[in-house]
């Protein structure tokens, strides 16, 4: 079953601009982490955010978690050509903490 | 310091052929996991292994498919016999001693598998 879903499903924009996605997820959790893949490479892990955790930064990362409301964004400030990859939620339920389920993720291009 | 490797990086085979899918995790990491990837599905994990021995594989899709892992540098993904929709990526990731769901997993580049 999925838990986590990102919203949008792609975004475009302009470099220098910021990009916030964001995640939904349906049952309580141990901690909820965001990946980046590039194409044709394979997941990295950007920023891990327990559910006692509000926000967390990460150079020009910044997640937070609003547990009541079951959602989580991750912003990107000043977003650079590099960016450009999909961004994948994971979250971890809170009775089985091993297990991980990943999102659809969201498709990011950074325009010139 | 090396990451996941994955080898092949592509496979193209025909149907009904056995594919080998190889994994080598990180050295020191407890936790070994098989996902595939696709874009109607997304990621799904296929199996997961703690300290070599396979914990929970309720993901793998049927009997055609089956994961070792002998020792804590290698593990394999098998289909046996492959069909046209296993094509796919393939990723194997591996994450340290916490525990899967508290420790980051750290991604291999994958193999595009291809069957024809």
């Known amino acids: 079953s999925q838990q986590g879903e990102e919203d949008p499903q792609a975004l475009s924009i302009q470099e220098g601009e910021n990009a916030t996605m964001n995640c939904s997820y349906k049952?309580?959790?141990?901690?909820l982490q965001w990946y980046r893949q590039n194409s044709g490479r394979g997941l990295v892990h950007l920023i891990l955010i327990r559910s006692n955790e509000r926000e967390k930064h990460s150079g020009r990362l910044r997640v937070t978690l609003d547990t009541s409301k079951k959602s989580s964004s991750l912003l990107i400030t000043a977003s650079r050509a590099a960016d450009t990859a999909s961004y994948f939620c994971a979250t971890v339920p809170m009775n089985r903490d091993d297990k991980i389920i990943f999102g659809k993720g969201t498709r990011l291009h950074i325009l010139p | 310091d090396a990451g996941v490797i994955q080898s092949p990086r592509h496979e193209v085979t025909e149907m009904g052929q056995e594919v080998t899918l190889r994994c080598k995790p990180i050295?020191?990491?407890?936790?070994l996991f098989w996902y595939r990837q696709t874009m109607m599905r997304g990621l799904e994990l296929l199996i997961y292994?703690?300290?070599?021995?396979?914990?929970?594989d309720s993901g793998m899709p049927e009997d055609r498919f089956s994961a070792k892992m002998p020792n804590a540098s290698f593990s394999t993904l098998k289909i046996q016999p492959s069909e046209p929709r296993d094509s796919a990526v393939y990723f194997c990731?591996?994450?340290?001693?916490?525990?899967?769901?508290?420790?980051?997993?750290?991604f291999g580049d994958g193999t595009r598998l291809s069957i024809l």
């Open positions: 050295s020191g990491h407890d936790y």
């Open positions: 990731a591996s994450s340290g001693r916490l525990g899967s769901g508290n420790q980051p997993q750290h």
């Open positions: 049952t309580s959790i141990n901690n």
């Open positions: 292994f703690n300290n070599n021995v396979p914990i929970d």
